[in-house]
Structures are given as C-alpha cells and as structure tokens.
C-alpha cells in the first residue's frame, strides 16, 4: 500500500492535476477550463502525492456552484485505486467545504459510470434527479448530493 499525503494544490501543480484529469475522465474540459476553475476555487483543489517518488497520483476540484459545494472532478490513478485515496480526498475536501459555511455537497456523474457511483455512495451521497443529455456526448448525468 502506497504512502500518500493529501493537501492542497499550488498552481505548480496544475499541469499534472490536468494530466489527472484528462487521463482519467471522460471529459471535454481542457486545460484552459482547468486552469480556469482553479483560478476562481484552487481553494477547492487538492492532490495527492505519492510519498516515495513524488507523483502526483490523484486530486479532486471542488467549487461553489448556485450557492453549495460542487465536486467538479475527482480522479485517482487507475494502479493507485481501492486504497482509500479517493476518500481521502473527498474527506479533506468535506472539512475545507465545510469551514467555508456550507451545508450541501453537490454533484454530477455519467449514468454509466458504476464504479464513481458506488465510490460516492459509499460516502453517502444520494441520487437526487437525472440530467438528460447533460454531457457532450449525450448521455445522461445523475446529480448526487450530501448534507454535510
Ligand atoms: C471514483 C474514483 C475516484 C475512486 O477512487 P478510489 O481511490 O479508488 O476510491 P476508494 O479506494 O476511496 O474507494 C472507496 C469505496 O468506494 C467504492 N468503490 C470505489 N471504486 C469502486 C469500484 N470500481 N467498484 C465498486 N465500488 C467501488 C468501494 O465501496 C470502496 O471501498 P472498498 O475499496 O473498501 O470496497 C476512481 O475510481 C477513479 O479515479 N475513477 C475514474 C475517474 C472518475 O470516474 N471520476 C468520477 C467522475 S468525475
């Protein structure tokens, strides 16, 4: 089991967030759209590295979207998963959200997306309606949410 450490990212860490985040979702946001949600919610962001080399093997990008917290994007590198790195993140990411003042966490995930499903399930998340033709590709997102 790796060694890792969860904190927040610096703007040196944008470009290996982005690698993340491209590698590992399906998505249309480039890197500009990246750096963009960084600008306005990098207090949102965190990354977690791989004590042992360095590697940046996972992050999440929170947000404030119509007033809750949103999870924009969550990822782990696929060898580095099932090891609670991606709980570990959303955790973190909960006590920072929640020091800000808000209540409510909010996201989107593809219908088809069975391993992110469980994962936010897991953390107690609740499906709350369907988006239809949300992503660019046409299908269908689940908008999940969690009183915190
Ligand atoms: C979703 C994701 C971030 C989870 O990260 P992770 O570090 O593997 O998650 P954890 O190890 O903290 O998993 C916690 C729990 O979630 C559930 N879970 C996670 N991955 C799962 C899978 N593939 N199948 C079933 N349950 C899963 C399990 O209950 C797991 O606990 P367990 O391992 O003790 O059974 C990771 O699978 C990933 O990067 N997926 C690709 C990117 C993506 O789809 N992101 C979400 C859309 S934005």
Do not use: C
Request: charged letters at 25%.
């Amino acid at each position: 089991m790796a060694s890792i450490e969860v904190r927040h990212a610096a703007g040196g860490d944008l470009r290996a967030i982005t690698k993340l985040w491209q590698r590992n979702i399906k998505t249309i946001n480039t890197a500009g759209d990246i750096a963009r949600l960084y600008h306005y919610f990098g207090r949102y962001f965190l990354i977690a590295v791989d004590r042992d080399n360095g590697a940046a093997v996972g992050f999440v990008a929170g947000a404030a979207k119509d007033g809750h917290a949103h999870i924009s994007g969550i990822a782990v590198e696929r060898k580095y998963r099932r090891q609670g790195i991606g709980s570990s993140l959303m955790k973190y990411l909960h006590g920072v959200f929640q020091s800000d003042g808000f209540t409510r966490i909010t996201l989107e995930v593809r219908k088809s997306n069975r391993a992110a499903i469980r994962f936010y399930e897991s953390l107690g998340f609740k499906p709350s309606s369907v988006i239809w033709g949300y992503y660019a590709d046409g299908e269908d997102a689940i908008v999940y949410e969690k009183e915190i």
